[in-house]
């Protein structure tokens, strides 16, 4: 009888996430047709978690801003309501603006500060873009979008 209480307990715990995120899958959405993402980890470091993906090119060359700032389009919604801002990094380095050469992935990560310990994921984390080509006409104001995103 234990053996099958157990079994029982685990089946529901398998069938209703710990963390209250959905757990449908949604493909992330660019704002540009020629561009794709694919996340990669969200690891907490301490306080901060750092969420990276690559972002991959397929058109002609373009340079592109992308960001989490105040004010804008942006969000980033931990699975306790929690909201916070950013910092996005390609590379070592902080910027908001980079090139992406056709056909090269380019390594964004995005760090995100002060996390309630008990988080266990991101329902959502929403990056505004914008894409440039060589001729400096630019694509409307779009958004990365990941959802369902945990933490490890």
Not at 63 to 87: F, R, W
Request: a neutral charge; one cysteine or more; charged letters at 15%.
């Amino acid at each position: 009888m234990k053996k099958l209480f157990f079994l029982s307990l685990v089946a529901a715990l398998a069938l209703f996430p710990l963390c209250g995120m959905s757990q449908i899958v949604k493909e992330p959405t660019t704002p540009h047709p020629d561009l794709a993402v694919r996340a990669q980890e969200c690891v907490r470091q301490g306080s901060n978690v750092l969420f990276t993906f690559l972002l991959l090119n397929n058109g002609a060359d373009l340079s592109y801003k992308l960001e989490c700032a105040p004010g804008g389009t942006a969000q980033i919604v931990d699975d306790l309501g929690n909201q916070y801002h950013a910092m996005v990094y390609v590379g070592n380095r902080q910027t908001s603006f980079f090139p992406i050469a056709t056909g090269v992935p380019v390594k964004v990560s995005v760090e995100i500060r002060n996390v309630a310990s008990n988080a266990m994921g991101f329902p959502i984390i929403r990056l505004s873009g914008r894409a440039f080509n060589a001729n400096e006409s630019y694509s409307p104001q779009g958004d990365v979008t990941f959802w369902n995103i945990p933490i490890l």
